[in-house]
DNA sequence: CCTTGAACCTCTAGTTACTGGAGATCCCAT
DNA sequence: ATGGGATCTCCAGTAACTAGAGGTTCAAGG
């Protein structure tokens, strides 16, 4: 049995970040000591493995949520689970994408400044040069998107 | 002179937006009429499409802060301008290389789900299978990484 | 056996960048 | 004058944690 601070260094995963799954549901109320200290078992470990890894591919907590549900049942179809991951997977892609582009807007920004003062510095110039994107703006009604991928830790 | 409603259609900014934009001092507090309510002249349509084109660029609003500041005063250099859009390049690409691996794991771990019951299903194994990034884990002290990109709507 | 200090406990509040709703008020056209 | 849409303020909520205060508990050393 584990402290909750072994669980903590096991798995890479903060303290109160180990008491907030808990709290949400992902993780179940552990056993506690005479002391009231948590105490934790493999299952519990794996677990908790099991949503870091998803965490770190990127998966919004819902998702975790139910990919947990589905691995806590073993006869159900699979199916489900593919369409998460692939659903994660075309986020994924679209925001690749749109990282690239905005790469490449950034480059040509820094490319473009010469040094100098802000008067005629390139890239306050092209923040401020806004045509096109209102343009955009005003084509497409953009179904506003939320969600954000937390990339909680740097493995750099 | 513009109601904030314009403004917002002008600029394809929501209307609580602006107002929270107000609040924590990005725009400058605008006059009223006499009713009280908020009125726009170009400065502030401009600034605010700077700021709009900001965002869209992935810059979190603490640097949009400094580039405003810059903006504010042409005689300044732009040195600093040029550092915080390089800070921004880096941070794009970084997450350009994490986004591509990510991908890359993504596509692996469907392409082997053959479909079945969850029991075989290789989606939910490879997410319960963590041996390498709990290595990674430990040979990385890992400097926690906080910020993200919100990226506020989907121009798709 | 007792003390000390690290690890643990709960609870609250803060972070980023907004978004949404309630309930009241205003503005403009008919 | 009135009706309805736009606007006002304020409060609360989102995701996914993180941090701090102030108080216990555990394990090792003397």
Redesign the interface.
Known sequence: MLGIGQLSA???TKVPTIRYYEDIGLLPEPERTVGNQRRYGQQQV?RL??I???R???FPLADVRA?LD??D???????S??T???H??QE?????A???S??Q???R??DQ?A???????R??ES????AH??A???T?P????QH?????????
């Open positions: 096991e798995t890479g794996d493995r099991f870091r890894h998803c770190d591919m990127g990919l589905l691995s049942d073993p006869e159900r179809s699979c199916a689970a593919d998460i991951a692939r994660q997977l994924v892609e679209r925001r690749l749109s990282l690239a905005l790469r807007e950034l480059c920004m820094i400044c040094g100098g003062t802000v008067a005629d510095c890239v306050i923040l401020a040069d806004h994107c209102i955009d703006r005003h497409t953009a179904p506003t998107e954000v991928e937390p990339t909680r830790r740097d493995p750099a």
